[in-house]
Nanobody, 118 residues
Framework: VQLQASGGGLVQAGGSLRLSCVGS????????RGWYRQAPGKQRELVAS???????NYADSVKGRFTISRDNAKNTVYLQMNSLKPEDTAVYYC?????????????WGQGTLVTVSS
């Protein structure tokens, strides 16, 4: 599976961005699609995830501001980010999870930089 993330950029605090991640090259079903982020000097953390059935999970820090969605037909996951804060500044990565014979496999996109200025 190859993942291509896009949509990052520079935005002022309070602004919005929409990230996209397109997957290609897999004949397997994608069980979970997610967005992670890594700020300078910090560990990578889960931002939001969505299952194939549509169940979502959000980090407490983004609840009410970010929305994850997917388009199964396009093998794409989106992250709508509103009311952005300087602390949201990070490189955002998408990750897809598949399962085969009881084993999970994770695929990562290349990352897209989000910078929020105060």
């Amino acid at each position: 599976v190859q993942l291509q993330a896009s949509g990052g950029g520079l935005v002022q605090a309070g602004g919005s961005l929409r990230l996209s991640c397109v997957g290609s090259g897999s004949g397997f079903s994608i069980n979970v699609r997610g967005w992670y982020r890594q700020a300078p000097g910090k560990q990578r953390e889960l931002v939001a995830s969505i299952t194939s059935g549509g169940s979502t999970n959000y980090a407490d820090s983004v609840k009410g501001r970010f929305t994850i969605s997917r388009d199964n037909a396009k093998n794409t996951v989106y992250l709508q980010m509103n009311s952005l804060k300087p602390e949201d500044t990070a490189v955002y990565y998408c990750r897809y999870e598949t399962w085969s014979r009881g084993t999970p496999y994770h695929y990562w996109g290349q990352g897209t930089l989000v910078t929020v200025s105060s």
